[in-house]
């Protein structure tokens, strides 16, 4: 997996490339660990190909950090096999998700319940 790095509106933006699975999902931990802040968060899934169980747990985990911390983390551009993924686990509750990195970025500031 690929992690890009940008800044959207004053916001972080993660973008993922590849496949977020068992391993990727440690690269991906070790690296918003030390980003874990009241900084709010977009992730930007346009190019994540694959998510297994094990990387879907690493978006909750980051979601909830980030929420520990009186922020947030919004996610963006699901594809179809990405999104299936959410339904069937239903983890669409837990995520703000929006069609662009634009809309996530602006309104990354106003926070989800809590997990």
């Given at each position: 997996?690929i992690?890009?790095?940008?800044?959207c509106?004053?916001?972080t933006v993660v973008?993922?490339?590849?496949?977020?699975?068992?391993?990727s999902?440690?690269?991906?931990h070790?690296?918003t660990s030390?980003?874990?802040?009241?900084?709010?968060?977009v992730?930007d899934?346009?190019?994540?190909?694959?998510l297994d169980s094990?990387?879907l747990g690493?978006?909750?985990?980051i979601?909830r950090?980030k929420?520990?911390?009186?922020s947030?983390?919004?996610l963006a551009?699901?594809?179809e096999k990405?999104?299936?993924?959410?339904?069937?686990?239903q983890?669409y509750?837990l995520?703000?998700?929006y069609?662009?990195?634009?809309?996530a970025?602006v309104?990354?500031g106003?926070?989800?319940?809590?997990?």
């Amino acid at each position: 997996m690929i992690i890009i790095e940008k800044i959207c509106h004053n916001i972080t933006v993660v973008a993922l490339q590849g496949t977020l699975d068992s391993s990727s999902s440690v690269q991906l931990h070790n690296y918003t660990s030390p980003s874990v802040t009241e900084d709010p968060l977009v992730i930007d899934l346009t190019n994540l190909n694959f998510l297994d169980s094990s990387g879907l747990g690493a978006l909750v985990e980051i979601a909830r950090k980030k929420r520990e911390k009186g922020s947030d983390v919004k996610l963006a551009c699901m594809n179809e096999k990405v999104r299936k993924v959410f339904e069937i686990t239903q983890a669409y509750r837990l995520f703000d998700i929006y069609d662009d990195v634009e809309a996530a970025s602006v309104n990354a500031g106003k926070k989800k319940n809590s997990l």
